[in-house]
C-alpha cells in the first residue's frame, strides 16, 4: 500500500525523483546519557530501530565512528553492541573500536534479521565495568544505515561514571564532556547537574565573545555554522554567572 501511494505521489509531481533518499529508520534518541554507579556495574541501554519505510523489512548496516573510551573500558568483555540478530563484545574477532588506533569495524545485519515494518526492534549498548574501571564521562557514536545506503544517522552514548557516591564540583568540572572535537558545525556539550550551568559561551583566543547560549538540563548541542574556523574557549557559567568551567575545542 505504501510502495502504490509513493508511486502515486512521485506520478502527481508531488514527490521529486530524490525522495528514496528520505528518512527509513528512527530512534528514539541522538543522543542517550547514562550515570553508571560506583562498584561493578553491568547495564544495557537501549535505543531501539523502527523501519518506517519498508514492508518487507529492513536492513541495518552499523559501525563505530568515533569515541572516547579508556583503554580499560576498550578490553575485552567490558562493552558490546547489541542488534535485533546477535550480541557483539568487542573482542579481537569483532574489535567494535580499537581504542590504539582510534578506529571502529563494521557489522553488518543479515538480511534474515531485518527490522519489520513499524515495529521497534532492539538496539543497545552493554557495558560491564570492574570496580576499578577508569571514572569520568565517555562517549561512542555509532553510524547507521540502511541497506542501500539511501539514508544514515549518527546515535552516541554518553556514560558519566561515578568515582564515589557523593557529588563533588571539582570532580564533577573534570568530566565536562565535548564532542565532537575538532568541530564542524555542531558541538555537543555534556555537564553534571550539580554544576548549574545556565549559560554557555564561546570566545576565541583574543577574548572575544563569538556567541553565547542559554542552556537548560544536563547537556547541550551549540550550533557554530556562524563561528569562523579557528581555536576557541568555551566558559560554563552557572545560574549565578560564575564561570565554573573552561574548555578549549577547535572549529574546523
Known amino acids: 500500500m505504501k510502495k502504490t501511494l509513493l508511486i502515486v505521489l512521485m506520478f502527481l509531481g508531488v514527490l521529486a525523483p530524490g525522495f528514496v533518499k528520505a528518512q527509513t529508520f528512527t530512534v528514539p534518541n541522538d543522543t542517550v546519557y547514562t550515570t553508571i554507579p560506583v562498584g561493578t ?22 559501525h563505530c565512528v568515533n569515541s572516547n ?15 535485533n540478530k546477535l550480541c557483539y563484545s568487542n573482542t579481537g574477532d569483532t574489535m567494535l573500536w580499537s581504542r590504539a588506533t582510534n578506529t571502529g569495524g563494521q557489522i553488518t545485519s543479515n538480511t534474515a534479521h531485518a527490522y519489520a515494518l513499524d515495529t521497534p526492534g532492539q538496539f543497545d549498548m552493554q557495558i560491564s565495568l570492574p570496580p576499578n574501571a577508569s571514572s569520568g564521562t565517555f562517549f561512542m557514536t555509532i553510524n547507521l544505515a540502511d541497506y542501500s545506503s539511501t539514508y544514515n544517522k549518527n546515535i552516541t552514548f554518553v ?19 565535548l564532542y565532537p572535537n575538532p568541530a564542524m558545525n555542531d558541538l555537543n556539550v ?23 547560549y542559554k542552556v537548560p538540563g544536563t547537556s547541550a548541542n551549540l ?6 574556523s579557528g581555536i576557541y574557549f568555551l566558559r560554563l557559567y552557572n545560574g549565578d554567572g560564575e564561570n565554573v568551567v573552561t574548555k578549549k575545542f ?3
Not at 69 to 83: E, M, S
Open 250 to 252: 577547535t572549529k574546523q
Open 159 to 177: 556514560f558519566n561514571r561515578q568515582t564515589t557516591a557523593v557529588s563533588n564540583v571539582n570532580k564533577v568540572s573534570s568530566d565536562i564532556l
Open 223 to 228: 550550533n557554530l555554522e556562524n563561528v569562523p
Open 41 to 62: 556495574y553491568h547495564e544495557d541501554v537501549f535505543n531501539n530501530i523502527t523501519n518506517i519505510s519498508y514492508t518487507t523489512g529492513l536492513v541495518i548496516n552499523w
Open 69 to 83: 573510551f579508556p583503554a580499560d573500558w576498550c578490553k575485552q568483555g567490558v562493552f558490546g553492541i547489541c542488534d
Open 190 to 212: 555534556v555537564y553534571d547537574a550539580g554544576l548549574d550551568i545556565k549559560t554557555i559561551a564561546v570566545y576565541n583566543i583574543i577574548g572575544k565573545v563569538m556567541s553565547v
